[in-house]
């Protein structure tokens, strides 16, 4: 499985983010795909994912103003988010991940990471 990010960079604080994430090669058990991030001198810490079948789940203090979604085409699964009213907090580096969870969020035969794209809120 392959991750190829996109999006992140400098963002204006009030601004939007938006990332998206494609996977490609062995991803017919990928059933999970998903955004985390780490700031500086903190835990890496999740962002939200989603399963193939639209469940979400968001960190508690970033569901207000997040949303993430997948899409399907031509054999690559692709999750998207998007992030509004950034702050200065909301620099770190994303990380995306793919899954195939047994028992979601709990067990899982597969983890794949992206190399990370870096996010700089910052005017």
């Known amino acids: 499985v392959q991750l190829q990010a996109y999006g992140g960079g400098l963002v204006q604080p009030g601004g939007s983010l938006r990332l998206s994430c494609e996977a490609s090669g062995s991803i017919n058990r990928i059933n999970v795909m998903g955004w985390y991030r780490q700031a500086p001198g903190k835990q890496r810490e999740l962002v939200a994912r989603?399963?193939?079948?639209?469940?979400?789940?968001?960190a508690d203090s970033l569901k207000d103003r997040s949303t993430i979604f997948m899409s399907r085409a031509n054999a690559k699964k692709t999750v998207h988010l998007e992030m509004n009213s950034v702050t200065p907090e909301d620099t770190a580096v994303y990380y995306c991940n793919a899954r195939e969870d047994v028992v979601l969020d709990q067990q899982f035969l597969s983890d794949y990471w992206g190399q990370g794209t870096q996010v700089t809120v910052s005017s």
């Open positions: 989603i399963t193939s079948g639209d469940n979400t789940k968001y």
